[in-house]
């Protein structure tokens, strides 16, 4: 029992001001992702303690924000990984996911493409005129 003890003390651990500054993130941000349940700190008093796995959430909560994945997705993961540690369930899915969002990001890049061509088009005609109007 005391082994227990010591091997939690002696895990390395954060303050939210800590986190805040390697993720560049604000605290406000931290109790969020924490409200949502995604990272659960422990508690000394009022001051909020976070672990390496808090850190690793966090970061893994970063990256799914930088590729599209909703909050909602994320939390999906991390309860799917939680309940299975083989992950083989959580790779299905986060291949899914994966899948889902190139379809979409795809979408979104055909989408910008027409746009960029409407815009080169419009920028033609307002030089073709603005020609015109110095003859």
């Known amino acids: 029992m005391n082994e227990d ?3 939690q003390n002696s895990e390395e651990t954060y303050s939210i ?3 805040s500054k390697e993720f560049d993130i604000t605290t406000r ?3 969020f992702y924490e409200d949502q349940g995604l990272i659960s700190p422990r508690r000394n008093g009022q001051t909020r303690i ?4 808090d850190k690793v959430r966090l970061k893994l909560i970063l990256r799914g924000k930088r590729l599209g994945f909703t909050l ?3 939390g999906r993961l991390f309860e799917l990984y939680d309940a299975d ?3 083989e369930n959580q790779l299905n899915i986060m291949l899914e996911l994966i899948q889902d969002k ?3 990001l795809t979408q979104q890049m055909d989408d910008i493409k027409v746009v960029l061509m409407e815009l ?3 920028e033609k005609r307002c030089r073709d005129t603005l020609k015109n109007l110095k003859d």
């Open 50 to 53: 976070y672990t390496k796995r």
């Open 120 to 122: 080169v088009t419009a």
């Open 72 to 74: 909602a997705e994320t």
């Open 102 to 104: 190139k379809v979409h």
């Open 17 to 19: 001001s800590d986190l």
């Open 5 to 7: 003890i010591y091997e």
């Open 29 to 31: 941000s931290i109790r």
């Open 85 to 87: 540690k083989s992950s």
